[in-house]
């Protein structure tokens, strides 16, 4: 399985990319997020506020109940903010 | 068209280019964003995932008005204060089209788009978040009307 972090969650973990194999438990991105934090400190600490992380599954935007594979390509990273000017009201 | 591209690009050559030789072109709206401040920012983005999305936000746009063309350019790199970070350009045969699909496919990409900011600052950098605000923009445009305004 392809994993790829982004953002701070990127420098969190120390890397933006790695090639991993779960067992055969973790079945969903919420069962790969449990497996991931358990790899290290930086893991637990990118993924310490799941309201902050997004994750998508072959490059499509993936809720936490979705099914993971172990050929996926599974990324991770937060909310977007691509574009040009800062919303409303913005300081 | 969609690129991602590093290199800045030129609103003006690309506006040409859509109502280039199409006689049926009677409308371009176009809106390009900028790096607002005095700091640089870095655009970290997901390559392959971005070229996707957009892609699939063109054929929304495209099932949703008669559109003739358009083009979305969106830099990722590290952009100087001021510097433009992204177009988008819509052509059509009449106004309405043309704002709406404009306006639908900023506010959408700001929401979809996998591009994260790391701002400059004095005191350091730090991560961008993404705003409540774009996301209530973008989901006026799921309620069916024409206008995502109020």
């Keep these: ?91 | 068209m969609i690129r991602v591209q590093r290199e800045d690009f030129d609103p003006g050559a690309e506006i040409a280019r859509l109502s280039a030789g199409h006689g049926d072109v009677g409308a371009v709206a176009s809106f390009v964003g900028l790096v607002r401040g005095t700091g640089a920012l870095t655009l970290e983005h997901y390559p392959g995932m971005t070229e996707r999305q957009l892609a699939a936000l063109e054929d929304q746009a495209r099932r949703r008005w008669p559109l003739l063309d358009l083009t979305v350019v969106h830099r990722f790199g590290r952009l100087g204060a001021g510097e433009r970070i992204v177009l988008v350009a819509v052509a059509s045969a009449h106004r309405a089209a043309a704002f709406e699909a404009c306006e639908f496919l900023i506010d959408w990409l700001k929401t979809r788009a996998p591009f994260w900011k790391l701002e400059e600052a004095p005191d350091g950098a730090r991560w961008v978040e993404a705003k409540a605000d774009d996301d209530r923009r973008a989901e006026r445009w799921s309620s069916g009307g024409e206008s995502g305004k109020n």
């Design chain 1, 1 to 91: 399985m392809k994993l790829l972090y982004f953002a701070w969650l990127r420098t969190r973990i120390g890397t933006g990319e790695e090639d991993l194999t779960p067992p055969p438990q973790v079945a969903t991105v919420a069962q790969l997020v449990e497996w991931l934090k358990m790899r290290g400190p930086g893991y637990a600490d990118a993924f310490a506020n799941p309201a902050l992380v997004r994750a998508a599954v072959n490059q499509d935007y993936a809720p936490f109940d979705a099914p993971v594979a172990a050929t996926d390509e599974v990324a991770f990273f937060p909310p977007v903010t691509g574009g040009g000017v800062e919303g409303e009201g913005a300081p």
